[in-house]
């Protein structure tokens, strides 16, 4: 026979878990179905902050001054390496279509309508994401790598579709893991 029961991994975890009938659960996420005697695969969507939470409100103080006490405040571990008013070209590889853009103005664009646009929007986002410490699919490090090998291969379409998935709370349940008041 079928049942439902509540999985749910610890906050500080994401990925693909193995799970049997006798385990016990205590989080929030939604009801999974499985048989009484098989184990099942759970996968735990990893947490992100979209490009919108950055942009406004409480998510643009998080990081508009060097060592901001808000990041710490609202959750953050260590401290973001840039802030808001920096030009994306002068911390990340450099793509001539970008000058002029600080880290704000990218993630207030919308995305516009460039691939490169986009992709670098989401580059932002997901940076912060990883730099703040929540359960996330990449670590800051990676981001860089992801960004250089989509200048060098021009596939920003690619990393657009990668990043926007990984920064979308809504596939966690429409929640971003930051206080939105830090």
């Known amino acids: 026979f079928y049942y439902l029961r509540t999985i749910i991994a610890p906050e500080d975890q994401c990925g693909d878990f193995q799970v049997d009938n006798t ?3 205590t989080t929030n996420d939604t009801g999974r179905q499985g048989s009484d005697d098989a184990s099942v695969v759970l ?13 406004g409100g409480a998510g643009s103080q998080l990081w508009n001054v060097v ?10 571990m260590g401290t973001n390496p840039y802030i808001h008013t920096t030009p994306f070209n002068d911390f990340f590889t450099l793509y001539t279509g970008l000058n002029g853009f600080t880290m704000l103005d990218l993630v207030g664009t919308g995305g516009g309508a460039d691939n490169f646009q986009k992709a670098a929007r989401d580059t932002v986002a ?16 990676d981001i860089w790598e992801l960004w250089d090998a989509a200048v060098s291969s021009g596939d920003f379409a690619g990393l657009h579709s990668l990043l926007a998935s990984a920064n979308d709370p809504k596939s966690i349940g429409g929640y971003c893991p930051i206080s939105g008041t830090p």
């Open 67 to 76: 060592s901001d006490p808000d990041w710490t405040a609202s959750g953050g």
């Open 43 to 55: 996968t735990v969507p990893c947490e992100g902050c979209t490009p919108g939470f950055w942009q």
């Open 23 to 25: 385990a016990t659960f």
């Open 126 to 141: 997901a940076y912060l994401n990883a730099s703040w410490g929540m359960a996330f699919p990449y670590e800051p490090g």
